[in-house]
Nanobody, 123 residues
């Protein structure tokens, strides 16, 4: 079982920065480093969307809307994944969720989710 707790959200003005953190626990018998970690967000009236993902192999992927502004990173020693958000704009306003994914047989994914942290960017 995996538990995820996000932190670092808040209210900022356009152009400012925030860093989100996601602390993982309960990873007995399965190391944090074996999980694909990601950040998703959901704005009012919109579907949840992928923001960034840090793959087990070290590669990263980003939504087009955040490329060049957001950076995902992970510290396996601390069981923590981060999302550095720079040059924020009001369209980034959403609840941000941490996601951990591993795979069962036949590559069936199993997802774990945090409770989310609110990010609000004022004009």
């Amino acid at each position: 079982q995996v538990q995820l707790v996000e932190s670092g959200g808040g209210l900022v003005q356009t152009g400012r920065s925030l860093r989100l953190s996601c602390a993982a626990s309960g990873t007995a018998f399965s190391a944090f480093s074996t999980y694909t970690m990601g950040w998703y967000r959901q704005a009012p009236g919109k579907e949840r969307e992928l923001v960034a993902v840090a793959n087990r192999g070290g590669s990263t992927n980003y939504a087009d809307s955040v490329k060049g502004r957001f950076t995902i990173s992970r510290d396996n020693a601390k069981n923590t994944v981060y999302l550095q958000m720079d040059s924020l704009n009001p369209e980034d306003t959403a609840v941000y969720y941490c996601n951990a994914r591993n795979f069962a047989v036949f590559n069936i994914p199993r997802d774990y989710w945090g409770q989310g942290t609110q990010v609000t960017v004022s004009p």
